[in-house]
């Protein structure tokens, strides 16, 4: 198993090249530290900023993006930097403090092939979010992907899920995935948003401090006029039809609380769903280390940071989504700002003002698109809840009404519900609704704790010590 272990110390370990990530490490060696990148993917960019491989020859990337040129600029900065490095494949399962401090593990390769420690006196956190899913009946069927999962199918691999896309859940990553997908020649019925947009109303304040913000949403929104889809305010896709791929999806109105309504059932026949509600951030690795926390007005647990980014870890900076999503030009603003306090250089005063603006923003945004407690409505007695270890709702509701679980912990423990492949990403959020726990509801299940923050071959912790700072 190949195993190293570099003699270079780094001033800052930036992890995750999305645009908080690249912002951060390009900044960092412009201020004069000596930085390395290290992400999952082999190129930089992240989820936001996926981009086709060099072999399938796409001559004009950028018009699957938005803010295309804010990408090859901060990659060509990167490319240049002297001080700063990017390692691409380097996907990281732990953080450990040490003594002068911290030890990045590693593990690299397509195939998870080998290890490696990366030291540094800092780490920066940029490791973005996921989605978040509410299970309703068919949503395993071939032909459901995720919102995000769409976007990414056509960004990375220029291909559609479907010819007749119907766009569901909630938030604006839906008008986002709609356009593009509009925009490659998918035809798109509905988009369903299970919210009603009112609370952007509530704050117009807010939203006039960010006119991008406004131009972006039209953009979105001519595109989807020009091409004559429609949207479905307070409405959600309460089931899939198909066998063996789907065919059609139910859609419902809802009530303030998104319970489905009783009689305004509407089918529409489609070949794919991408649906999503919402984002949870990514932060496993840094509370696994005790990281203080914040639930934010989407119940979507985040990371605590102070003015300066700065986590409750010494040494720990966080930005863009792990503090709470608020999408790629929040992210650019931390990242930034992160890269000045590790730096210990006091940055320009606009920066300050503009990060201010679109973290306010992103609350509005994060409170407007709340999940209801009413989404369970949805759910059949049948409907899978874990994908991963096919746990439905009956058993999850037998092990809180019958066998006493009242945490969803004790859930997993009883019926393996997040003991599958994606430990718990996929269902945690519902299986917390379903337990009744105190605290708990559709937005998240508390903070991630868990030793390994992705999938690490055996043979590379039956290795001990090898490669590791601490031995």
């Excluded at 201010?356 to 923003?361: D, G």
């Excluded at 999940?371 to 369970?376: F, I, Q, V």
Aim: proline share 7%; hydrophobic share 40%; with cysteine.
């Amino acid at each position: 198993m190949p195993t190293s272990q570099s003699d270079t110390r780094y001033d800052l370990a930036v992890v995750g090249a999305g645009p908080a990530g690249l912002a951060a490490a390009v900044t960092a060696a412009d201020l004069g530290l000596h930085c390395v990148l290290l992400d999952g993917g082999q190129t930089s960019g992240g989820q936001y900023y996926r981009h086709p491989a060099p072999g399938l020859g796409a001559a004009r990337p950028d018009r699957l993006h938005h803010g295309w040129s804010v990408y090859t600029g901060l990659a060509a900065r990167l490319a240049a930097a002297e001080r700063a490095e990017f390692r691409g494949g380097h996907q990281v399962w732990a953080l450990e403090r040490t003594a002068d401090g911290f030890a990045v593990h590693v593990t690299r390769g397509p195939e998870a092939c080998g290890r490696d420690t990366v030291r540094a006196r800092s780490v920066l956190l940029a490791t973005g979010a996921y989605e978040r899913q509410l299970p309703f009946p068919g949503w395993t069927l071939p032909g459901v992907v995720t919102a995000g999962g769409a976007q990414a199918m056509l960004k990375a691999g220029l291909v559609l899920p479907g010819r007749r896309i119907v766009v569901a859940g909630s938030g604006p990553l839906l008008l986002a995935a709609a356009s593009s997908l509009v925009s490659a020649g998918a035809e798109v019925p509905a988009v369903v948003e299970a919210s009603d947009y009112l609370g952007y109303a509530r704050r117009p304040g807010v939203l006039a401090a960010v006119p991008a913000k406004l131009v972006e949403g039209a953009g979105h929104g001519s595109a989807l006029l020009r091409h004559r889809v429609r949207l479905r305010r307070r409405s959600a896709v309460v089931e899939v039809h198909g066998t063996d791929r789907v065919t059609g999806v139910t859609v419902a109105r809802l009530d303030a609380d998104w319970r489905p309504r009783p009689g305004t059932e509407r089918r529409i026949d489609c070949d794919a769903l991408a649906v999503g509600h919402g984002l949870l951030p990514q932060i496993d690795l840094a509370t696994e280390l005790g990281a203080d926390t914040l639930t934010g007005p989407d119940g979507a647990v985040a990371l605590r940071v102070d003015a300066r980014l700065r986590t409750s870890v010494p040494g720990l900076w966080s930005a863009g989504e792990t503090n709470g999503v608020g999408g790629a030009d929040l992210a650019l603003a931390e990242g930034e700002l992160a890269a000045h306090a590790v730096a210990g250089v006091l940055p320009e005063p606009a920066l300050l003002r503009r990060r201010a603006r679109l973290r306010t923003f992103a609350e509005l945004m994060a409170g407007a698109h709340r999940p209801g407690a009413g989404w369970t409505g949805w759910l059949r007695p049948d409907t899978d809840v874990c994908r991963c270890e096919e746990v439905p709702v009956a058993r999850i509701r037998e092990a809180v009404e019958e066998l006493g679980a009242g945490d969803p912990r004790t859930v997993k423990l009883l019926t393996r519900a997040g003991m599958g492949w994606c430990q718990g990403r996929m269902c945690g959020p519902a299986v917390a609704c379903l337990s009744g726990a105190a605290g708990s509801g559709p937005a998240g299940s508390g903070p991630d704790r868990r030793p390994l923050a992705c999938p690490v071959p055996l043979s590379q912790l039956a290795a001990g010590p090898s490669g590791s700072v601490s031995e």
